[in-house]
């Protein structure tokens, strides 16, 4: 089955800065690659997603690229702000109906 | 107006017991699911399900079985509850099974002692 491996698991950074997370998937017929972002407490909310048509995706300040051809995908976050402190989850889906599988996670800590 | 809503929210109860959580979402969609997040914070589907139909069954025990009365609802029953059964079990839904967007529930904190 699908594995997915995500790195670093802890990330600190100082307010501004850039933060980026990486992630690399195994199966090949994985074709749909979303980011989720987990507050303490609560459930995990999808913050952008990228399919294996397209190599980058921007949203404002989050961005996610994909090489198919390595099997990787990244996570950007740019001026990071201390609200983007959270768990980030990397995960690949598209062999299997509905089935995600998810990184270890990432947690993420904005300095002011 | 919560999309997707889990009851209840914490759950503490002993070894050998028989519990059950809800899950409710209000979002038109045709697909559920069940996840497990241990204590390391490892996300793992358990089951899914697609207007009623059981689309998705990992390596579950058999103490978990889910049951969907309607596409809106996914209820999760376990049996003689062990401790290594504590953990946060969420529930999502999607639009449909073909990998459009999932929303996540806020979670149950199941705690066995």
């Known amino acids: 089955g699908e594995n997915v491996e995500q790195h670093p698991s802890t990330l600190s950074v100082q307010e501004g800065d850039s933060a980026v997370i990486k992630c690399t998937y195994s199966d090949s017929a994985s074709n749909y690659f979303p980011w989720y972002k987990q507050e303490l407490g609560k459930g995990p909310q999808l913050i952008i997603d990228?399919?294996?048509?397209?190599g980058e995706k921007k949203d404002q300040r989050i961005a996610v690229t994909l090489n198919k051809t390595a099997k990787h995908f990244s996570l950007h976050i740019t001026e990071t702000q201390p609200e983007d402190s959270a768990v980030y989850f990397c995960a690949a889906g598209g062999t299997s109906y509905g089935k995600l599988t998810f990184g270890q996670g990432t947690i993420l800590t904005v300095h002011p | 107006d919560t999309a997707v809503s889990q009851t209840p929210k914490y759950l503490v109860t002993q070894m050998g017991n028989d519990k059950s959580i809800k899950c409710e979402q209000n979002l038109g969609h045709d697909t559920m699911y069940w996840y497990k997040q241990d204590s390391k914070k490892f996300l793992k589907i358990m089951f899914s399900y697609n207007n009623k139909e059981l689309i998705i069954n990992e390596t579950v025990p058999n103490r978990f079985s889910p049951k969907s009365p309607d596409k809106a609802h996914l209820n999760l029953h376990i049996n003689s509850l062990e401790l290594g059964d504590s953990a946060v079990y969420f529930c999502?839904?999607?639009?449909?099974?073909?990998?459009?967007?999932?929303?996540f529930g806020p979670g149950t904190r199941l705690t066995v002692t």
């Open positions: 999502a839904s999607s639009p449909t099974k073909d990998f459009y967007e999932q929303y």
């Open positions: 990228i399919r294996s048509n397209v």
